[in-house]
Nanobody, 116 residues
């Protein structure tokens, strides 16, 4: 599976951005997809997950109520709608997928910069 993120950019605090992650290849075996991020000088952290079957979503506490993860199965694309962005959301955002076979894949990342 290949993953390609897009939609990053530089915005002001309070603005919104929508990230996209387009999947290709053996997408029929996707079990779940997720977003992670790595802020400057910090470890990579999990942001949100969506399961392939039920579409169950989960979020890290710091983004609950502001971010929404979704997936368009027909387009093999996952999204992260980010509202009320804060400077602490500044990071490289990575798309991740886990397959039913046990394999997992990462995208190349997209930069999100939020200025105050």
């Amino acid at each position: 599976v290949q993953l390609v993120e897009s939609g990053g950019g530089s915005v002001q605090a309070g603005d919104s951005l929508r990230l996209s992650c387009a999947a290709s290849g053996s997408t029929f075996s996707i079990n779940a997809m997720a977003w992670f991020r790595r802020a400057p000088g910090k470890e990579r952290e999990w942001v949100a997950t969506i399961t392939a079957g039920s579409g169950t979503t989960t979020y890290t506490d710091s983004v609950k109520g502001r971010f929404t993860i979704s997936r368009d199965a027909a387009k093999n694309t996952m999204y992260l709608q980010m509202n009320s962005l804060k400077p602490e959301d500044t990071a490289v955002y990575y798309c991740y997928t886990a397959l039913t076979t046990g394999f997992s894949f990462w995208g190349q990342g997209t930069q999100v910069t939020v200025s105050s």
